[in-house]
């Protein structure tokens, strides 16, 4: 896509319109099909309005809002404005929708749609955009199934003439789901779900605290509807004893089986029972459980001090995640392309998240499945309704049933797991612990804990660790073990020996950069350490993203979440003062991930990475930019620096040179976040993912093992024996450490390719600068090949 080419796009937050020659409109709403319709506005949409609305000015189109949903399209006039580049500012971290949202029982009958669609016509809108839940979606393709008829009658009853007919002909279609339930299939993750799962588990991490202190149970319900993605989630986040979800309804008798695992966690010393219940949950015979069941059944049978918490509405509002508002950006950049690539023989879409990938899907077959979950669930078929709700949910599920279990084996394998950690602490690798303890337990091994990383496994600092010694540590940031960067290098033999001393069978190394280098080094050293050749996990987990062989690391988003909020707040402070611009500095290493991706969730006019290469020249051109922008519309200004990005252009530079060219039309201030990048809770995504990673990697090791298991001892000299875990698109996948160091820049400590490049575009357009959008991976692999000089395979 180039700027300023008039092309013919449409875009909606609950529902984007867009015009058929230049006019771009945008309406939102909601509106559910359902007997009992449940108005639901996520937080988050505002960023899909907003990036869907200034690519829709970078393409060339005029862009309109439609507000109050459907109901505006049917009463048109003043509900249908025009859209500019400065109405969509300093929305971002608005929660809800800016341009409002109503039920439209109009709009559910045909008079009503032909209204709305003679307001279209009138204006010469052929495109519309709905971010809504599967009724609204639905609602859309309805109208546009209908289109050809309602221009007929319009042009019957002379409302609209021939010509205008012919030159609307036809309506494309495009959607983006936003709602916090998740139960849209089709995609891993719905507008707005991320930050519902926040608003839960900041609750979810208060309510511990009281349970610990007077030892009580709690029982929480959380929204979802007739989907039970929150509250799976959440019962994961937070090591939940027990979940009750409507997809997988508890056998019968769970009453007893309930109560007897309650009773095993406080005889293992637990101080609290935490019990997680979706709104829609259910018994196998389709009977309501609710919290105040849950609460008599404990209370009664256990005589234990229980509290209920019905969450409500709080889970919808709130500011919006960094995951989120990144997620409804790309999205909404994703349906301004689908429009302008649409013909009138093109199906409606809906846009999707796949991995880390914004894809298309057809709209009515992603709606057929989600209400083929409904059918499943009606029918008793629940094992179908877990596979329909997607291999997301299910993994979900099958993760929360591996760690529900609170009984291990007695027959033991007599292997040995040691598990350390390595780098800079990173919100997150608790939970990654926590998991690999406790499968490692269930598989019947013995598991090591290595305290301060390689110089613990050099002298000695390994202890075993048992269930009830990880019991907490999902919630909790930091590393438990400790962590240093030392490598393994200068202590070989040491390490060796201890390996040989405590038997040691495996180790999970969980950290960042130092801990993929360091398992390198005892790869290497196996040609003359008979002892290191025993199967290695790599598991990546640090803040700066920058571990080859995985597209997200442990304690990336948490960081991203502390960078955003602050940015937000940097924002108000310079919105207030007026003409302000802050200069921020981020961590990172020499990987621009965070800049890059905060950039996007806070709405930065520019963000400097190592990675792109700049020069003086760009930095004019950024100040000339950001200097009209000031002149003009916007009256402040927000630019991020990668720590490491150019060692001449520091912070103080660009800060120095920012406020020399801005005087007389702004002033400037700086921020160096440091370290608070890295403290923190874990937020819900980091740590689900740390829980994934580690219980993928015992079941991995546990495998390799068994491989490797010749004449009575473990020996493990392969590539594949030692290998990095890490999520790659949209799979967990193992690749050595041998291939992956093929693709790794030492000197930077960088991967030599990385994903994430093909947002910069998105970045630097949402900023209004005039560049070409173009993201695909081929172009980001060019992009970084032109910019430094790499090669890759």
């Not at 005029?62 to 399209?73: I, M, P, R, S, T």
């Not at 109405?87 to 971002?92: A, G, H, K, N, T």
């Not at 094992?383 to 997301?392: F, I, P, Q």
């Not at 546990?702 to 698109?729: P, Q, W």
Request: with cysteine; charged share 20%.
């Amino acid at each position: 896509i180039k700027p300023g080419s008039n092309n013919i796009v449409s875009i909606v937050v609950s529902v984007f319109l867009l015009h058929s020659l230049h006019p771009f409109v945008i309406l939102q709403l909601q509106m559910q099909v359902n007997v009992n319709p449940t108005h639901v506005i996520p937080t988050g949409m505002n960023a899909a309005v907003r990036a869907t609305v200034r690519v829709g000015l970078y393409t060339g189109a005029k862009v309109y809002f439609v507000h109050e949903g459907y109901q505006g399209l049917v009463d048109g006039g003043d509900n249908i404005r025009p859209a500019t580049w400065e109405s969509v500012s300093m929305m971002l971290q608005l929660g809800g929708t800016v341009i409002g949202s109503a039920r439209c029982q109009d709009f559910r009958t045909k008079e009503g749609r032909a209204k709305a669609a003679c307001n279209l016509v009138k204006l010469g809108i052929t495109n519309l955009c709905v971010i809504g839940g599967d009724g609204s979606l639905t609602g859309a393709n309805q109208f546009r199934t209908e289109w050809s008829e309602l221009l007929a009658g319009l042009v019957k009853s002379g409302k609209i003439t021939a010509n205008e007919a012919k030159s609307s002909s036809h309506l494309n279609i495009v959607g983006m789901v936003g709602s916090i339930d998740n139960d849209f299939c089709g995609t891993d993750m719905t507008i707005g779900t991320d930050s519902a799962l926040h608003r839960i588990i900041e609750i979810v991490d208060a309510i511990t605290t009281t349970a610990q202190s007077h030892q009580r149970t709690f029982i929480l319900e959380v929204m979802g509807r007739h989907c039970g993605y929150l509250a799976l989630v959440t019962a994961l986040a937070c090591g939940a004893d027990w979940v009750f979800i409507p997809e997988m309804p508890p056998d019968d008798g769970w009453e007893e089986h309930l109560c007897r695992r309650l009773t095993d966690q406080r005889g293992r010393g637990s101080r609290l029972n935490i019990i997680i219940v979706a709104e829609g949950a259910i018994d196998r015979k389709g009977n309501p459980i609710t919290c105040d069941d849950v609460k008599q059944l404990v209370s009664k049978k256990l005589g234990f001090d229980t509290r209920t918490t019905i969450l409500g509405h709080v889970q919808r509002g709130g500011t919006p995640s960094a995951f989120d508002r990144i997620l409804a950006s790309r999205m909404g950049v994703e349906a301004v392309m689908a429009l302008l690539e649409a013909t009138p023989d093109t199906p409606a879409c809906v846009v999707s998240l796949s991995g880390n990938m914004a894809v298309r899907l057809p709209l009515m077959e992603c709606v057929q499945v989600t209400k083929d979950v409904t059918v499943a669930m009606a029918e008793g078929r629940f094992e179908d309704a877990v596979k329909l709700r997607g291999k997301s949910f299910e993994n979900n599920w099958n993760t929360y049933k591996m760690l529900a279990h609170v009984h291990i084996p007695d027959t033991k394998s007599n292997i040995n797991i040691a598990i350390l950690n390595v780098g800079a602490p990173c919100a997150g690798m608790n939970a990654a612990v926590r998991a690999t303890v406790r499968t490692g337990l269930l598989q019947g091994h013995h598991m090591l804990a290595v305290h301060d990383g390689f110089d613990g496994l050099a002298h000695g600092m390994i202890e075993p660790i048992s269930w009830s010694g990880v019991a907490g540590w999902t919630g909790k940031g930091g590393s438990n073990l400790g962590t240093k960067r030392s490598l393994p290098q200068e202590w070989m033999e040491e390490i060796s020996l201890n390996i040989t001393k405590f038997n040691i069978h495996a180790v999970v190394i969980i950290g960042g950069f130092e801990a993929f280098k360091g398992g390198l080094q005892l790869v290497q050293a196996r040609e003359k350490y008979e002892e290191l050749c025993i199967p290695i996990v790599v598991v990546p987990a640090t803040v700066s993203n920058n571990v080859p062989g995985s597209d997200f690391s442990i304690g990336t988003d948490t960081a991203l979440n502390t960078i955003t909020t602050t940015c937000d707040r940097i924002k108000q402070s310079a919105a207030g003062t007026k003409r302000r611009v802050f200069i921020v500095e981020t961590m990172g290493g020499y990987c621009g991930y965070l800049a890059t991706m905060a950039g996007l969730a806070s709405g930065a006019d520019a963000a400097y990475i190592y990675e792109e290469h700049f020069n003086i020249h760009d930095l004019e051109v950024n100040v000339e930019h950001l200097v009209e922008k000031m002149k003009t519309t916007v009256k402040r200004g927000l630019i991020l620096r990668n720590e490491n990005c150019n060692a001449n252009y520091t912070t103080d530079f660009i800060f120095n040179l920012y406020s020399e060219e801005g005087k007389g039309v702004f002033d400037c201030r700086k921020n160096v976040l440091g370290h608070m990048q890295q403290g923190g809770t874990p937020s819900p995504f980091d740590r689900n993912f740390g829980t994934k990673m580690g219980i993928k990697s015992v079941l991995w090791l546990t495998d390799k093992l068994k491989e490797c298991y010749r004449h009575g001892r473990i020996f493990a000299n392969s590539s594949d024996s030692a290998c990095v875990l890490g999520m790659k698109k949209r799979s967990l996948v193992f690749q050595p450490l041998a291939e992956l160091a093929e693709q790794t820049d030492f000197e930077h400590r960088i991967p030599k390719i990385q994903w994430w490049l093909r947002l910069r575009p998105i970045l630097k357009i949402l900023a209004k600068y005039k560049t070409n959008l173009d993201t695909s991976e081929k172009a980001a692999m060019e992009h970084v090949i032109k910019t430094r000089g790499l090669v890759s395979k």
